[in-house]
């Protein structure tokens, strides 16, 4: 497991959006067959968009954080 490595990027505004890409999709980028966001399997989640990538064997793949304006608010 030591050769596993977990890739983070960020968006064109650095600060608003980010991608963390697991070692499953490495190998096979954009193979996300279903996203799902933390909204809806959490009711009345607050806080930043969060959305679970899987790819088709459902397996998590990468993980999506956004930021919103309201979030830039409270700061």
Request: glycine share 8%; hydrophobic share 35%; aromatic share 6%.
């Amino acid at each position: 497991m030591s050769n596993q490595r977990i890739k983070f990027s960020s968006g064109q505004d650095e600060a608003r959006s980010a991608y963390v890409t697991l070692p499953d999709n490495l190998e096979t980028p954009g193979s996300v067959s279903k996203t799902i966001g933390l909204h809806e399997i959490i009711d009345d989640y607050q806080g930043p968009l969060v959305y679970l990538d899987f790819d088709g064997d459902k397996r998590l793949v990468g993980i999506e954080i956004l930021l919103s304006v309201d979030d830039d608010a409270s700061e």
